[in-house]
């Protein structure tokens, strides 16, 4: 193929930076990262690993690693405001594998960092740079040129076929190098913290996801048995970024849920993290593209904003290989993503209106998950779940 032996360099070591390298080493391109931090790290406790990125995860060869390492919970609990019980299980456990090709899975994001990491390490042909202190990119007619300061000081030059920015949210290859907006904050946070699955095993399931949902803010929580803890994240208004303080605000309705209040109380060490959008029309200028948050960070209200990074990844890296131009490939790739990214985006935000609703909009939402029953998300998601690149 015309792009095997081409060099292709990454900004950003995350879940989309490193599933892109993988996909283009597998085509034995080679592949320089660029990661700002000493080491491989994602922020966060928990990940859904839903079907449509376990299949493309599976095709790279870090399936057995994250089987090792992640649970596949038998369905997800919805628990509206005051609710000692669920209203609704959802089904997840087998029927993911018979409709969609592959399981879902919840695990630390660490852990598939790792297994991404290790399945680098293993092409000779992908070179992680790490403690880069600066980058510049520049796009001309036979490709890119990266200026590089390391971590001890030096600078290097390097030529390459392609740059992609898998760089983040608040991406500086989408802001500065091709002319993209800055992120968005939408006034809410993910509050995260990890549960020591003893202190909250008789208050929750430890083979399901749990849900719940009340006014202005809901809650997610499920086990990580590889590591005797369970995931909380609790998604609240947060009028500025930098209001971060030691625990989350909660409205006073909270108190009169006993469910939610006894777990809650086992929480210590939560830490915020601001929750930002990115809308842009911009994901290349010549050789230069960008993918992941980076290109269409959304909320997480339907746990996929790695999965698209992911999907990217998938779709790109042929792309960049079969084609002669890499302007080329960014342009096919942007117009067969946008649509999804853009659908995936709008179904979270949905989400997020909808889990807050106040009673008694509430009511008729209730009513409405309650009638769908255990397989409507089944077919609901068909889009999202079924998807192959």
Request: charged residues 20%; glycine residues 8%; without cysteine.
């Given at each position: 193929m015309p792009g095997t032996g081409r060099t292709y360099y990454i900004a950003g070591a995350g879940i989309a930076g490193m599933t892109l390298a993988l996909a283009l080493a597998k085509f034995g391109a080679a592949v320089v990262i660029l990661e700002r931090g000493l080491?491989?790290?994602?922020?966060?406790?928990?990940?859904?690993?839903?079907?449509?990125?376990?299949?493309?995860?599976?095709?790279?060869?870090?399936?057995?690693?994250?089987?090792?390492?992640?649970l596949e919970p038998d369905g997800i609990d919805i628990y509206p405001h005051g609710r000692p019980?669920?209203?609704?299980?959802?089904?997840?456990?087998?029927?993911?594998?018979?409709?969609?090709?592959?399981?879902?899975a919840v695990m630390h994001r660490a852990d598939l960092a790792d297994a991404l990491y290790k399945a680098c390490r293993r092409f000779a042909n992908i070179?992680?740079?790490?403690?880069v202190r600066n980058w510049d990119v520049v796009s001309h007619a036979?490709?890119?040129?990266?200026?590089?300061?390391?971590?001890n000081g030096q600078t290097r030059t390097g030529r390459g076929h392609a740059f992609i920015g898998a760089d983040g949210v608040h991406s500086r290859t989408r802001t500065d190098i091709i002319g993209g907006p800055p992120a968005r904050y939408t006034q809410s946070a993910a509050w995260r913290t990890l549960l020591q699955a003893p202190a909250v095993k008789d208050k929750l399931p430890l083979d399901r996801v749990s849900v719940f949902l009340a006014r202005d803010v809901h809650a997610v929580a499920?086990?990580?048995?590889?590591?005797?803890?369970?995931?909380?994240?609790l998604f609240a208004p947060q009028r500025n970024p930098s209001d971060k303080g030691e625990r989350p605000t909660l409205p006073n309705s909270i108190a009169s849920w006993p469910l939610l209040s006894a777990i809650l109380e086992t929480a210590s060490d939560w830490t915020s993290w601001p929750l930002y959008t990115v809308d842009t029309p911009l994901w290349h200028a010549g050789n230069i593209g960008i993918v992941g948050d980076a290109a269409h960070a959304?909320?997480?209200f339907q746990a996929q904003?790695?999965?698209?990074?992911?999907?990217?990844?998938?779709?790109?890296?042929?792309?960049?290989?079969?084609?002669?131009?890499?302007?080329?490939?960014?342009?096919?790739?942007?117009?067969?993503?946008?649509?999804?990214?853009?659908?995936?985006?709008?179904?979270?935000?949905?989400?997020?209106?909808i889990f807050h609703m106040p009673w008694p909009l509430s009511v008729a939402?209730?009513?409405?998950?309650?009638?769908q029953g255990s397989r409507g998300h089944l077919r609901r998601l068909a889009w999202l779940y079924g998807y192959e690149p």
């Open positions: 080491t491989v790290s994602e922020f966060g406790a928990g990940l859904q690993v839903s079907p449509n990125a376990r299949k493309i995860l599976n095709n790279l060869g870090v399936g057995d690693a994250i089987s090792a390492r992640s019980v669920p209203l609704v299980t959802l089904e997840l456990g087998a029927i993911m594998q018979a409709r969609f090709g592959a399981p879902y070179d992680i740079v790490f403690g036979r490709g890119i040129t990266v200026s590089i300061d390391e971590a499920y086990p990580l048995p590889h590591r005797g803890q369970v995931n909380l994240a959304m909320v997480p904003g790695a999965a698209m990074g992911i999907e990217d990844a998938a779709v790109l890296a042929p792309l960049l290989i079969a084609e002669s131009n890499a302007e080329t490939a960014f342009e096919k790739y942007h117009q067969r993503r946008r649509r999804r990214t853009a659908r995936a985006a709008s179904v979270s935000a949905a989400n997020g209106r939402r209730n009513t409405v998950i309650a009638l």
